[in-house]
């Protein structure tokens, strides 16, 4: 019995380790008002044929479960520049802002 339960734990830590994930947060704002942008759509997978995405929520935030290899992010709203955003180590982006036409970097 106490063979099955130390393999079914050897199982259960492989599998950890192998697929180790991370959580990803952040809040979207516009530009101009600073308010936040409900609905952006987060993509972690561009190059995917099905492009696996997240939206933000009423108040702009946004959690994605991402692999270790992905490196990379874009946020995507209408009428805004689409953002590339390089992930690392830190797994909050805090406030991130989009800008569109009229908009100062």
Do not use: Q, W
């Not at 339960?5 to 952040?26: D, E, M, R």
């Not at 044929?49 to 946020?75: A, C, P, R, T, W």
């Amino acid at each position: 019995m106490i063979k099955k339960i130390n393999i079914s734990i050897f199982i259960f830590l492989i599998h950890i380790s192998v697929y180790s994930n991370k959580l990803i947060s952040g809040i979207v704002l516009d530009c101009k008002t600073n308010l936040p942008l409900p609905g952006a759509e987060i993509i972690f997978d561009k190059n995917s044929s099905n492009n696996e995405l997240v939206l933000s929520n009423f108040d702009g935030y946004f959690e994605l479960v991402i692999s270790e290899n992905i490196k990379e992010i874009f946020i995507r709203y209408p009428k805004y520049k689409e953002l590339k955003i390089a992930i690392s180590d830190n797994n909050n982006l805090g406030e991130i802002t989009l800008l569109k036409r009229g908009c100062k970097k």
